[in-house]
């Protein structure tokens, strides 16, 4: 089994981080999510 450097470890969660912080930037999105934990209750 091939070992990864561990630079690629960092830029895979570096890449992971910044699309989850772009997705809490669109307002739509938000409220997407607000109203589907909403309707578990």
């Known amino acids: 089994?091939?070992?990864w450097p561990?630079?690629?470890g960092v830029?895979?969660?570096t890449v992971?981080?910044?699309g989850t912080?772009?997705?809490y930037q669109?307002?739509?999105f938000l409220l997407t999510?607000?109203?589907q934990?909403?309707?578990c209750f």
């Open 21 to 23: 912080l772009r997705l």
């Open 26 to 28: 669109q307002p739509d």
């Open 33 to 35: 999510l607000a109203d």
């Open 37 to 39: 934990l909403w309707s």
């Open 1 to 3: 089994m091939k070992r």
């Open 11 to 13: 830029s895979v969660a």
């Open 16 to 18: 992971a981080l910044l």
């Open 6 to 8: 561990w630079w690629f």
